[in-house]
């Protein structure tokens, strides 16, 4: 089991920038592909970006791709999401998410076993 804790949400302008963190703790970090889902008041969880066990793939949603990039450091035990040129749109609560099924970087969140607590980012117009 891996237990997971979101950082770096908060209030920004439109046009700005802002980087997620994830931390994870218990089980090898290596051990997990990650992502980062989001969810706006009134709408369903949607997925942002994936990032392999090793970090050498990665995918994006089309809203965000260009725009955000994911990372993860595994000496660290963190996953990253640098998002930059933001928009009032990608306001949500932002979550990273865990899966433990080798050789995928899923696109689904039924596929992603273990969730943070989400932290929030708005971006004002």
């Known amino acids: 089991q891996v237990h997971l804790v979101e950082s770096g949400g908060g209030l920004v302008q439109a046009g700005g920038s802002l980087r997620l963190s994830c931390v994870a703790s218990?089980?090898?970090?290596?051990?997990?592909?990650m992502g980062w889902f989001r969810q706006a008041p009134g709408k369903e969880r949607e997925f942002v970006a994936a990032?392999?066990?090793?970090?050498?793939?990665?995918g994006y949603a089309d809203s965000v791709k260009g725009r955000f990039t994911i990372s993860r450091a595994n000496a660290k035990n963190t996953v990253y999401l640098q998002m930059n040129s933001l928009k009032p749109e990608d306001t949500a609560i932002y979550y990273c998410?865990?899966?433990?099924?080798?050789?995928?970087?899923?696109?689904?969140?039924?596929?992603?076993?273990?969730w943070g607590q989400g932290t929030q980012v708005t971006v004002s117009s």
């Open positions: 998410a865990a899966d433990e099924t080798p050789y995928r970087s899923s696109y689904y969140a039924g596929d992603y076993e273990y």
């Open positions: 990032i392999s066990r090793s970090g050498g793939s990665t």
């Open positions: 218990g089980r090898p970090f290596s051990n997990y592909a």
